[in-house]
């Protein structure tokens, strides 16, 4: 993602419907709330911004619907995309592109992986918790956060080199 936003070969826009994609399936409503207006300040109208939101392909781009779809289908199998999806992301966008989309995918489901349970504790507080959720994991997951993301760079290095060394 550093080395896209130098020299981009995936542009801002692209990078923020696949966000918008992933944050929908995984549901989390802090995540939706802050891209919903980084996509805003970007120019996105909120017709777009609401079917991405809700999964609706009505402003899905041609040349942007493999990645999207692969998007979406990360976040369904919660980070564990099928080899013939990754296949077929590398054969639609090239090596160096499809880098990027998993990059993008990978932060989004980083951010949800915080969003989610601060959004089940925000609802939590406000006297509308959700009922599959619970203070333990709620505060046991926010606690967490900082060991995830200090050995989430290191696995990303390595998944990377992997996806670079042993997926065609």
């Known amino acids: 993602m550093i080395r896209n936003r130098r020299k981009p070969v995936v542009d ?12 929908e399936v995984n549901g989390c409503d802090v995540c939706s709330y802050a891209h919903t207006q980084l996509a805003l300040k970007e120019g996105f109208s909120s017709e777009e911004i609401e079917a991405f939101l809700s999964g609706s392909a009505a402003f899905m781009k041609p040349e942007e619907a493999t990645s999207i779809l692969y998007a979406q289908h990360v976040a369904d199998t919660m980070g564990h995309p099928d ?4 296949q077929t992301l590398i054969k ?3 090596p160096q592109r ?3 989309i998993r990059s993008a995918i990978q932060l989004m489901m980083m951010g949800n992986m915080s969003g989610i349970p ?3 504790l925000l609802r939590r507080l406000k006297g509308r918790p959700y009922q599959n959720s619970n203070w333990f994991y709620e505060l046991g997951l926010l606690a967490a956060q900082p060991v995830v993301f ?5 696995h990303a290095l ?6 670079n060394h042993f997926k065609p």
């Open 83 to 86: 080899l013939e999806a990754d």
């Open 150 to 154: 200090l050995l989430a760079p290191l």
């Open 118 to 120: 601060l959004s089940a």
């Open 158 to 163: 390595l998944d990377s080199w992997f996806f």
């Open 92 to 94: 639609t966008y090239g």
């Open 12 to 23: 801002a826009h692209w990078i923020e419907r696949l966000m918008l994609a992933t944050t």
């Open 98 to 100: 499809a880098e990027v």
